[in-house]
């Protein structure tokens, strides 16, 4: 009979010491906004990957085969902690870049010599823009803040690629997307309800650029106006 007591205070400890567990889970459930964003970085970051790559690879200018080696490094180690953020919220990322991202990758196969360079360099512009405007929504409208804090993190970095990237278009006379008041770059004025990058848009000399309602990272879209890389 004792036994038996036993047993049953053993089973009610059990489930004590569950609830919490499992409250704690329900709890760490992240918004819409931190989902997409997670989803959304990761195929920057797998885009950014792929396109530093063929900058290696295929880059004229020496800059271009440094800033792909660049992006390949510093896009690498943050998606590290975006895959380990979203296994920690069970996330489902994607498998690999959008297909606007995807059709930016073609194009930039397709390409060679200075004007691989040139699309390459436009690319990255309106790509890095795209991501920091995401980013920096995370930062302003994420609820998870593991989420939020790795937004925080890729930001610099994101920031110090448009840098480089805005004075090595400036070498190259590729106009670069505006910048703001304040020095942080935007999407020449286009604006996205979803921080979600998921497309391109262009209106501007880019090369092959496409449309879509929601302008997002690896697109092919600049604006006409230059602005300096200063954040």
Excluded: C
């Excluded at 004007?115 to 405007?133: S, Y």
């Excluded at 980013?135 to 993190?153: D, M, P």
């Excluded at 996205?192 to 690896?218: F, L, M, R």
């Amino acid at each position: 009979m004792l036994g038996i007591k036993r047993l049953g205070l053993l089973a009610a400890l059990v489930v004590v010491g569950v609830a919490p567990a499992a409250a704690a889970q329900a709890a760490a459930q992240p918004s819409s906004q931190d989902t997409q964003y997670l989803q959304a970085i990761h195929q920057v970051n797998l885009f950014e990957i792929t396109a530093g790559e063929l900058a290696q690879q295929k880059g004229q200018n020496q800059r271009v085969k440094d800033l792909g080696k660049m992006f390949v490094t510093d896009h690498t180690q943050l998606d590290q902690t975006v895959q380990q953020t979203a296994q920690q919220l069970n996330v489902q990322l994607p498998n690999g870049p959008n297909a606007d991202q995807q059709s930016v990758l073609d194009r930039l196969n397709n390409a060679s010599g200075a004007n691989f360079d040139r699309e390459w360099v436009t690319a990255q512009l309106a790509g890095h823009v795209q991501a920091i405007q995401a980013t920096q929504t995370e930062i302003s409208q994420g609820s998870e803040q593991s989420v939020i804090q790795l937004a925080q993190t890729a930001l610099p970095t994101l920031q110090a690629h448009y840098d480089e990237l805005v004075q090595l278009a400036q070498q190259l006379g590729i106009p670069v997307p505006q910048a703001s008041a304040s020095g942080t770059p935007s999407p020449g004025g286009t604006g996205t309800e979803s921080p979600a990058p998921g497309g391109t848009e262009t209106e501007s000399p880019a090369p092959g650029g496409t449309e879509t309602e929601s302008p997002a990272p690896g697109g092919g879209g600049t604006t006409e106006s230059p602005a300096p890389g200063q954040s």
